[in-house]
């Protein structure tokens, strides 16, 4: 009886921490690499993770890239976004507001 009572919890974690809209964090995601941008606004299409990319320059201002705002809605979504960053050799200028 306890191993069921134990893996009801564990299933019912599972399904909370998928589900969980418990609070909305507003990431904005910077980088010079503009491929790399490009890449990681197609992973959030991919995984229908809300997202704005805008047109933005490098700090010296000599090239174009993209900045994204990302509208992740639950704790999955953010940690698929966190994976995404932390995997990545690129080098990310990332901000995160709770809204």
Same mark, same amino acid.
């Given at each position: 009886m306890e191993k069921l009572r134990y893996r009801t919890h564990l299933f019912a974690c599972f399904i909370n921490e998928k589900l969980s809209k418990d609070r909305i964090y507003v990431n904005v995601i910077m980088s010079d690499d503009l491929e790399e941008m490009k890449h990681f606004r197609d992973f959030l299409a991919k995984h229908h993770i !809300?997202?704005? &990319?805008?047109?933005?320059? %490098? @700090?010296?201002?000599?090239? *174009? %890239?993209?900045?994204? !705002? &990302?509208?992740?809605? %639950? *704790?999955?979504?953010?940690? @698929?976004i966190n994976d995404y960053i932390a995997g990545s050799s690129t080098k990310f200028k990332r901000v995160v507001q709770p809204t």
């Open positions: !809300t997202n704005v &990319a805008a047109d933005s320059y %490098t @700090l010296d201002w000599d090239a *174009k %890239t993209i900045s994204i !705002t &990302a509208y992740p809605e %639950t *704790k999955a979504e953010s940690r @698929l």
